[in-house]
């Protein structure tokens, strides 16, 4: 699956840039710029990855729904959700409605 590929490598990521900062990145000197800077990169990327595994609960939690026949469908009023909106949201478990309401 192509969301578990971008987590694998953000991940490999993520561990290349811990493995290759030197021990003045590691420094809690609030004044060294570079270490600022792959800090910066590092939260960033750990965001990403976060997202991305979001994503992945929210898709996996879907095709769940899809083998137990209830796709498509709220689960706040159990009406249907309109196409349109799982073309846009393919994961959405609510209508538009109820997600207003959220």
């Known amino acids: 699956m192509r969301l578990l590929g971008l987590i694998e490598d953000y ?35 750990l965001s990403i ?6 994503l992945l ?6 095709l769940e729904m899809v083998r137990a026949g209830s796709y498509g ?10 196409l349109n909106r799982l073309d846009v949201l393919p994961y959405a478990t609510h209508c538009i409605d109820c997600a207003r309401k959220a």
């Open 57 to 62: 609960g929210k898709v996996e939690r879907a």
């Open 11 to 45: 991940e490999q990521e993520l561990e290349d840039a811990r493995l290759s900062e030197s021990s003045s990145d590691r420094s809690p000197d609030p004044g060294n710029a570079e270490a600022s800077s792959t800090k910066l990169e590092y939260a960033k990327e």
């Open 73 to 82: 469908i709220c689960e706040s009023c159990g009406k249907s959700i309109p």
């Open 49 to 54: 990855e976060q997202n991305t595994l979001d």
